[in-house]
């Protein structure tokens, strides 16, 4: 260093004389000023610009027009909804139809990408590699490409109702194993175990499903339902302070979930299956009846499920290899056999690693669902952003509460994720 | 009587090595390890195999033994049970490419393409030299090429244009007047920053209310553009003489190469502007004829570039300690973040419109690329967070140990290290951004999947397989730039992992 340069010790209390410029608070409140003004200068810019392009375009502003009649028509409404109806309901109408895609999605989407990343872990090398196959292939395809390819390269050429796939009849759980019944000589002809099975059709209009319609003595399978529920709870409940006082363990789980399914299933039997359904049947061109899930909704959820399946598959599979080895060892080493180790040693742990990015997915996915657009799923966007936004031009109010009410999604969701996250999260000593 | 060295069998010599078992070795034990080592792998591999071969033989069938190669239209690709109709990707190939590009015209986007690779192919290749003259080309020369040749340049410089030059020019020198301790340089670029504000205000007061001088509007005529652009070139000319000398004259002099640097790309900055007025004699192309591929590249690409170092200022940003600064950053990350893509299309084509002052009209694409870009960087701002959280205090503390100031400690100690951490990260950032340029057929620009989606509606080729055909080739398309970006980002990621690998 020069010899001329700081003197250092000299003690005399006061900085080095130089330029204001070179004093760090100085800089930083002159530059935090300085952004703060332009900021300030910019949107008043843009607010003046606005407001002139309002007033010369003749374009009302506000939000009175949430109250007035929409008149126009909604494909798929999960709540009552005419013409008649007010775009504010219309609205309403639309973020439900977002919230119903982004659920369903996730929780499929969640399903199958568990199944991926368990299968690209597996020590079968086929299905490992059908699984990766599956994953590099459907990653690097954008989500709207796929989201077109089922509804105008698949569901959209389907046949006609009157041609299209028709699945109906009688069905024999027992009917593979037959030929043994046969051989034994147990029975001939049909087992009692043969049910109707109601009419499920694939046509170009929809998947048509039955409706179970529950009849009257229903209530009973309900009750029972309720009180296996509510016995499994105190079962458990038992069953934690019997371990935490001796030590001893109890099956909870599958005796829960026996309980649980038998007991109603008993009550549905004893008290003459009570459970019809309403069955789509072909009349003329269409069919009546039963309910329809419509081309629009089956390629969004398809594409979408797929897609984030895929993410969700590498997030799994990167959490499991995120948990050491060892952790492994360590609860083999203490005696827990392989399914409670991994239910109380692996899984949670390799949870922490697996739980933000698959937060940040089922985000990805609900942002996703707006591309409903391109197939006319009346999504938030669609209608809002859409048809409210041509019939009454109100741009900047209608994209900007479009936006709120995803921004109200991702940051309420974040903010949840961060509490999680801090639950859960290492405490390090 | 035998000695117990004779009893005992002594081992004399190394056995020699035993092959291993015929069970262990070969593709019969591969076989018996991988699909087969137990019942229940066994079942698995079964059923596997069996859902191949329901699976695969439909869609050989159909991409490959039913298909239809070639035709003049949709007559031969209609008969029952005809697979693909690649006869359809072969007829709009060239459209799928370039959309409604002029067909006499559509040298200049094989030129630029070529140009692109040229520029990048080299970049990409770690073992070829001159990295520094290729960055200079592929981020100076080729985007002003590539401006000029798509478009055909010869814009016209406004006086609104000319203030916002002027404007810029007046910042950096008084940059300039703030950075350097030389009195006369600082006398001297207090001169130009005071000849450039008053410049601006001219250029503001008798440019208001003009939006375009010159070539489109009649009445002023083209007196005002040719002085726009002399004013312009003088300008460069002289910020580019004053930077080299600033450098030449006073070497080793602290503060001369920023000083020079700033005025170098002052210079740079009004030269690249008055390159873009000169008339090439080439066809002006209007973006809205731009389609297919070469609009997903530009769109990618100039996303790709902006939205990179906005993101990395983002993310310094978040950082800051100036609170303001911090603010800003976050409440910025989070709106784009926390809003879809559709949405900021939707906003970009709607109401960017009405933010702007009456008259003042945007190019489409353009509209569209700021939407991209913007979204982008604050993706690749979070990426980079992670990236500068991971790097220990100590770098910081031995940088500002080493008297580096907040600039160089970024640019030499802490960004290198950050960046290559969260090069998957950024690289995966790319892919989405990519593959979300497939978006913006929804406000009409007709990118490659606009465009194959577009001529689906041409009665020639209307028939029931036509769309599966044309999804497959764009979606095959876009899979191969996405594929190769990841598999690019793997082997980067393998050769900058230095020092910290496992052996």
């Known amino acids: ?429 | 009587m035998a000695t117990a060295a004779e009893l005992a069998y002594v081992q004399r010599e190394e056995e020699p090595i035993l092959p291993a078992p015929r069970s262990e070795i070969g593709a019969f034990a591969w076989f018996r390890q991988n699909l087969f080592s137990s019942v229940g792998n066994s079942i698995v591999t079964i059923i596997a195999i069996l859902f191949l071969a329901w699976v695969i033989p439909p869609i050989v069938r159909w991409a490959f033994v039913d298909a239809v190669w070639t035709g003049p239209d949709r007559e031969v690709c209609l008969p029952e049970g005809v697979g693909a109709c690649w006869a359809y990707v072969n007829a709009k190939f060239a459209q799928f490419i370039y959309g409604r590009y002029p067909i006499d015209e559509r040298w200049r986007v094989n030129l630029t393409g070529i140009l692109f690779v040229a520029g990048i192919v080299p970049m990409a290749i770690p073992s070829i030299p001159f990295k520094r003259l290729n960055a200079i080309f592929l981020l100076g020369v080729f985007p002003v090429a590539a401006v000029v040749l798509l478009t055909g340049g010869h814009f016209d410089i406004s006086f609104d244009w000319l203030f916002g030059l002027l404007v810029v020019a007046a910042l950096l020198s008084g940059l300039v007047v703030a950075m350097t301790t030389d009195v006369r340089e600082r006398g001297l670029a207090g001169i130009v920053t005071l000849l450039a504000i008053a410049a601006a205000v001219v250029a503001f007061a008798y440019g208001d209310g003009r939006d375009t001088v010159g070539y489109f509007a009649g009445d002023v005529g083209r007196g005002g553009l040719v002085n726009a652009r002399l004013v312009i070139l003088v300008a460069g000319s002289a910020a580019l003489i004053a930077g080299l000398v600033a450098i030449l004259r006073t070497p080793g002099e602290p503060g001369a190469g920023r000083v020079g640097a700033l005025w170098i790309g002052a210079g740079v900055l009004e030269l690249v502007f008055f390159a873009l007025t000169i008339d090439f004699g080439l066809r002006p192309v209007e973006t809205q004829l731009w389609g297919g591929l070469l609009v997903t590249l530009v769109v990618a690409i100039i996303g790709m570039v902006t939205s990179l170092p906005l993101g990395i200022l983002l993310a310094l940003g978040r950082r800051s300690k100036m609170p303001v600064v911090r603010f800003l950053s976050v409440v910025f990350i989070e709106f784009w973040r926390g809003v879809p893509l559709i949405t900021v299309l939707f906003m970009a084509s709607v109401m960017l419109p009405v933010f702007l002052p009456p008259g003042v009209t945007f190019d489409k694409l353009l509209r569209a690329l700021i939407g991209v870009a913007l979204f982008t960087s604050a993706y690749i701002a979070e990426v980079v967070r992670g990236g500068l959280q991971a790097i220990p205090r100590g770098q910081y503390e031995a940088a500002a140990a080493m008297g580096l100031k907040f600039g160089p400690m970024m640019r030499l100690v802490v960004l290198p290290q950050a960046l290559k951490i969260v090069i998957p990260g950024i690289v995966n950032s790319f892919i989405s951004l990519f593959k979300d340029t497939s978006l913006v057929l929804i406000v009409g620009i007709l990118d490659l999947l606009g465009t194959v989606q577009q001529g689906f509606n041409d009665a020639n080729w209307t028939s029931s397989k036509t769309p599966a055909t044309g999804y497959v080739f764009a979606a095959v398309v876009f899979w191969m730039f996405c594929f190769g970006m990841s598999r690019y980002s793997i082997y980067t990621e393998n050769r900058l992992n230095t020092g910290h690998r496992r052996r």
């Open chain 1, 1 to 429: 260093m020069a010899a001329d340069g700081v003197a250092i010790g000299t003690g005399t209390g006061r900085a080095p004389r130089g330029s204001i410029l070179n004093d760090p608070l100085f800089r930083s409140i002159i530059i935090q000023l300085l952004l703060a003004a332009a900021l300030i200068a910019f949107v008043w810019w843009i607010a003046h610009n606005t407001i002139v392009n309002l007033r010369r375009l003749n374009i009302a502003s506000g939000f009175d027009f949430l109250w007035e009649r929409s008149g126009f028509d909604i494909g798929q409404t999960l709540i009552r909804y005419t013409q008649d109806s007010t775009y504010g309901r219309a609205l309403l109408v639309g973020f439900l139809n977002t919230l119903l895609i982004a659920v369903l999605g996730i929780v499929f989407a969640t399903i199958i990408g568990l199944i991926l990343g368990i299968a690209r872990l597996s020590r079968n090398w086929l299905v490992a590699k059908l699984a990766t196959v599956y994953v590099e292939v459907i990653r690097n395809i954008p989500v709207l490409l796929q989201l077109l390819f089922w509804y105008k390269a698949v569901l959209s050429v389907l046949p006609n109702p009157k041609q299209g796939f028709i699945l109906q009849g009688d069905v024999d759980p027992l009917s593979p194993f037959r030929w043994l019944l046969d051989k034994v000589g147990v029975t001939t002809g049909p087992s009692p175990l043969t049910f109707h099975m109601p009419t499920v059709a694939l046509n170009n209009r929809g998947l048509l499903l039955p409706v179970p319609v529950p009849g009257p003595d229903f209530t009973a399978t309900w009750i029972a339902l309720g009180l296996a529920v509510i016995a499994t709870a105190a079962i458990a409940l038992w069953a934690h302070t019997r371990q935490r006082r001796t030590g001893a363990q109890f099956p909870t789980f599958r005796t829960g979930l026996a309980l649980i399914v038998l007991v109603p299933l008993a009550i549905f039997l004893l008290t003459g299956s009570p459970l019809t359904f309403d069955a789509p049947v072909l009349k003329g061109f269409n069919f009546v009846g039963g309910v329809a899930i419509k081309p629009e909704f089956m390629a969004l959820l398809l594409g979408l499920t797929l897609y984030t399946a895929a993410y969700i598959g590498e997030i799994v599979r990167a959490g499991i290899l995120a948990v050491p080895w060892g952790q492994t060892e360590a609860a083999y080493a203490l005696g827990l056999r392989r399914g409670v180790a991994l239910r109380r040693v692996i899984i949670p742990q390799a949870l922490r690693v697996i739980i933000p990015p698959l937060t940040s997915q089922y985000l990805n996915l609900t942002k996703n669902s707006s591309l409903a657009v391109a197939v006319g799923y009346p999504d938030l966007v669609s209608v809002f952003s859409g048809t409210t936004l041509n019939q009454t031009g109100q741009a900047v109010e209608i994209i900007f509460m479009t936006m709120l009410v995803y921004l109200a999604i991702s940051l309420t969701t974040s903010l949840a994720m961060n509490i999680f996250n801090r639950r859960v999260a290492l405490r390090e000593r």
